[in-house]
Each structure stands twice: as structure tokens, then as C-alpha cells.
């Protein structure tokens, strides 16, 4: 199976849990779109270390897809998009599903484009329960199965209790922040998602 991991927002550890889930069954990591000179496919390769298929489309500043591509007098074409072949991939996306890719797509858009299921990455803290629930709405208003949601930062059993209940959705991990991140305890986090 393929699964697409995607965000509530930028910077909510999309590229952590990839790589966790590429570790843990021995998946090939995949990121269609990457902006920003810090390329998460390396990021991944050589922290979990595992293997990568490079980017359909790479632009070099660290700015939502359709406007870095412009300062690159580029446009993203989403037929241009496709999964490299074969099963187990990992597909991380670009920010949250609202961002653009194009005058015409967005995030939530590619998703469906490459028809995967699923996992959605939230914070812990304080607002997730609102973005997470509008997330989760969001794909299933557009037929997109989601497997589970992924709570990443200091625990808060309260907002994964109401994230399970009102989204009607499983909590696949729960991440503790690490203070010193080893590869056995990369690996040791890795065995607690549940899917």
C-alpha cells in the first residue's frame, strides 16, 4: 500500500513521521514537491536510513509550491506527477492541504490526483483539535480515506481523546519530543504506530 502523509500546517513533523513510517515497514520515501534549499528526501535518507526517489519538482526557496515556482518562472503540473513504480511508498506532501500548486490545484488535489490514502500529522498542543477536525473533513468531502492521525509533541490525552471521538478516526502514534534523537530511538518509536 501507498500513503500520503500530509499536515495540518508547515513545520507540524510531516518529514519526521515519513521517515518514522519508512523505518518501521520498509517503505521508499517520496516527495513530489519540495521547496526550500534543506531537501527532505536527503533529511530522510540519511537520518532513518532509508531509500528515496527524488523530486518531480524542486524549487529553491522555502515558500509555498506555486510561489516559489513562479519566482522560477515555472508552473507544477499535476498530470506531471505521478508515483514511481512499484508498492510501499512513503509520499510526504508540501505544508497543509490548503496550500496551492498551482492557479488551479492544491495539496488536498494531489492527493487525489495519485488516489492514496491518508495520514495526517497534527501538533499536540493547543488549536489542534479545530485544525485536525477541519483537515479530516476536508479529505473525506473528497472521497479520500484516511487512515489515522498522528499526534506529534509533548502528550495532551485530552485533545487525542476529542480528535478520536468527534473525527471518528484512529490515533495511529502518539510522538514524544526528543531531547536526542539516536537511531535506536528512532527505531524504538517507530514499532509504536499502529496501523
Not at 49 to 69: C, G, K, M, Q, T
Request: charged share 20%; proline share 4%; glycine share 8%.
Amino acid at each position: 500500500m501507498n500513503i500520503f502523509v500530509t499536515g495540518t500546517d508547515t513545520g507540524v513533523g510531516k518529514t519526521f513521521v515519513s521517515g518514522l513510517l519508512c523505518m518501521r515497514f520498509g517503505y521508499t520515501y517520496f516527495k513530489p514537491i519540495q521547496t526550500g534549499a534543506e531537501l527532505d528526501s536527503k533529511v530522510v535518507q540519511e537520518v532513518f536510513d532509508v531509500n528515496i526517489y527524488p523530486e518531480v519538482y524542486r524549487y529553491s526557496a522555502p515558500l509555498s509550491p506555486h510561489i516559489a515556482a513562479a519566482m522560477e518562472n515555472d508552473e507544477i503540473d499535476i498530470n506531471k506527477i505521478s508515483l514511481p513504480y512499484g508498492k510501499g511508498l512513503i509520499i510526504e506532501g508540501a505544508g497543509g492541504l490548503m496550500v496551492p500548486i498551482n492557479k488551479k490545484h492544491f495539496i488536498i488535489d494531489l492527493i487525489k490526483h495519485l488516489g492514496t490514502p491518508v495520514i495526517l500529522v497534527s501538533r499536540t498542543e493547543i488549536g489542534t483539535i479545530n485544525h485536525t477536525l477541519l483537515s479530516i473533513d476536508a479529505l473525506r468531502k473528497r472521497g479520500i480515506e484516511v487512515l489515522g492521525v498522528v499526534l506529534n509533541g509533548n502528550a495532551n490525552k485530552h485533545n487525542a481523546d476529542s480528535i478520536k471521538f468527534y473525527g471518528n478516526v484512529r490515533i495511529l502514534a502518539e510522538i514524544p519530543k526528543l531531547d536526542v534523537i539516536t537511531y535506536r530511538s528512532l527505531q524504538s518509536i517507530s514499532k509504536t504506530f499502529k496501523i
